[in-house]
């Protein structure tokens, strides 16, 4: 976790490590080194076994992040375009299939790739400041790290085919009442109830939590029946761990657990 990286700040609290996206003169816009920086950051952690939970934010106080970077692609020719969203993608997968939660804590414009990063991580805290949207319509394109696919999970089919064709914007009570954002806090406040969300997961069994993250994220992948049956036997291999064990033996003792994530 000591390592440096050009676009972004990693830090490590507990075992709780908060990534900011850095580049405030862009509005924190994702460019190729972003991609780059953030794969190597989210492959460090998920080698990392001190490091339970993520929180992932941008810098400064006006902008998650304002999109993919306007400036590089506006020379893209189709070529650049499919490799620069194919790393967008993998990226973003990093963050949604790996195996550690990531919380965003959306402190600004979270617009286009913003959106769309937000999207990729487990769950959203939104400040009060907040923007989301996907306005790549506006600039002749579709989004490409997942926006057309995510949100439609996220909120359903029809707000987000509104979202996606208008090009609109929807504040933080928006996000909240549309299923986007999980909770919306004061802007002093976002970071903090960010970082004890993810100590409080952090300090579960990590086998447990990473098993129950892939279940859930089953639930929009696979029918039903396939979600279930890998549901029973998941329940059934972490009943053989010591975390189990401990967790029940904890709770018949009435004091609290000590896990030790296997
Ligand atoms: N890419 C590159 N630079 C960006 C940027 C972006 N997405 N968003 C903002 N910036 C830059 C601006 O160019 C500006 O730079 P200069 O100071 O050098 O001129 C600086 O950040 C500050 O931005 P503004 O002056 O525009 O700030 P504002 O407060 O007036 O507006 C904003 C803020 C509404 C977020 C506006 O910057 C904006 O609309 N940004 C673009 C949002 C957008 O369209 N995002 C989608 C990108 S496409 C995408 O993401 C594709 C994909 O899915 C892969």
Redesign the pocket.
């Known amino acids: 976790m000591s390592q440096e990286y050009e676009t972004l700040i990693v830090e490590q609290e507990g075992s709780v490590a908060v990534i900011q996206i850095n580049r405030p003169?862009?509005?924190n816009?994702?460019?190729t080194q972003v991609l780059i920086d953030l794969e190597a950051a989210m492959r460090a952690i998920h080698a990392d076994s001190s490091v339970k939970a993520v929180v992932l934010t941008g810098a400064g106080e006006?902008?998650f992040v304002?999109?993919?970077?306007?400036?590089?692609?506006s020379d893209f020719t189709p070529l650049d375009g499919v490799d620069?969203?194919n790393r967008?993608q993998r990226v973003f997968g990093l963050i949604a299939n790996g195996p550690k939660p990531v919380i965003a804590a959306v402190n600004g414009?979270a617009?286009?790739?913003?959106t769309?990063l937000a999207l990729a991580c487990d769950f959203i805290y939104a400040s009060e400041k907040a923007?989301f949207g996907?306005?790549?319509i506006?600039?002749g394109?579709?989004?490409?790290?997942g926006?057309t696919q995510r949100l439609p999970r996220a909120v359903g089919q029809k707000m987000a085919m509104e979202l996606v064709l208008t090009g609109d914007?929807v504040d933080a009570a928006e996000a909240l009442r549309i299923g986007l954002a999980n909770k919306v806090c004061p802007p002093e406040e976002l970071l903090a109830a960010a970082k004890k969300t993810a100590a409080k997961i952090a300090s579960y069994g990590a086998r447990a939590v990473t098993f129950a993250k892939e279940n859930v994220n089953h639930s929009t992948e696979w029918e039903l029946e396939r979600g279930l049956a890998v549901e029973v036997r998941v329940f059934g291999v972490l009943c053989s761990t010591h975390d189990k064990a401990e967790g029940m033996k904890a709770f018949l003792e009435k004091r609290k657990p000590e896990f030790k994530d296997y």
């Open positions: 003169k862009a509005l816009a994702i460019n006006k902008s304002a999109g993919a970077d306007i400036a590089e692609m620069f969203g967008g414009f617009l286009g790739g913003g769309e923007i996907l306005p790549e506006t600039l394109i579709n989004p490409g790290f926006g914007k």
